[in-house]
């Protein structure tokens, strides 16, 4: 199965501040098809999770312009360019290129400093 | 709108079993395959099951393999989970969630129910 390893667990920012997320998997995550299948999520505190980023880099409808992914073969990013409030949550990585399994990434904590 | 419904959970002793349900509207059904993710209390994401659009197609984490069953029911828009021979450590959150392309699963979800599983 692959691994998928987010850093930091606990990521602490002040408003207005950047944000940056690190996830790394354990093989590359490039499909035969020639696409990378990693998806980012966020979990708002009390609610389901929300689709933020797929495949590496593309913002979902209705997701802010502050909020970009990029990386390649094992390594991925997911970077907040101004903090603000409504952005307190969970964040996961998840990967769909080999499964099954399909694995999430610990979850990364962002608090408001 | 797109809208996922669970319904099921509940309060369950080890060994019992508990059938949820997740109800789609908004979308056409039969054309999105679809998860099972739980979140046990405190915890991060764990994917459970998946079952294709036709449901020709079925997956199981090896956590819930032999003691769950994912089924659907496309003229009833509806998703569904048997879960037989429940342990403590099924206690979570349950979300049902869609995908249509490949490698792009989840991009709904619903809003969850919750299964406890104690004596």
């Known amino acids: 199965d692959v691994v998928m390893t987010q850093s930091p667990l606990s990521l602490p920012v002040t408003l207005g501040q950047p944000a940056s997320i690190s996830c790394k998997s354990s093989?590359?995550?490039?499909?035969?098809?020639?696409?990378?299948?990693l998806n980012w999520f966020q979990q708002r505190p009390g609610q389901s999770p929300r689709r933020l980023i797929y495949k590496v880099s593309n913002r979902d409808s209705g997701v802010p312009d502050r909020f970009s992914g990029s990386g390649s073969g094992t390594d991925f990013t997911l970077k907040i360019s101004r903090v603000e409030a409504e952005d307190v949550g969970v964040y996961y990585c998840m990967q769909a290129t080999h499964w099954p399994p399909i694995m999430f990434g610990q979850g990364t904590r962002l608090e408001i400093k | 709108q797109v809208q996922l419904v669970e319904s099921g959970g509940g309060l369950v002793k080890p060994g019992g079993s508990l059938r949820l349900s997740c109800a789609a509207s908004g979308f056409t059904f039969s054309d999105y395959y679809m998860s099972w993710i739980r979140q046990a209390p405190g915890k991060g994401l764990e994917w459970v099951s998946y079952i294709s659009s036709s449901g020709s197609t079925i997956y199981y984490a090896d956590s819930v393999k032999g003691r769950f069953t994912i089924s659907r029911d496309n003229a009833k828009n509806s998703l569904y989970l048997q879960m037989n021979s429940l342990r403590d450590e099924d206690t979570a959150v349950y979300y049902c969630?869609?995908?249509?392309?490949?490698?792009?699963?989840?991009?709904?979800w619903g809003q969850g129910t919750l299964v406890t599983v104690s004596s």
């Open positions: 969630a869609r995908g249509r392309w490949r490698g792009v699963p989840f991009d709904s």
């Open positions: 093989q590359s995550l490039v499909h035969s098809d020639g696409n990378t299948y």
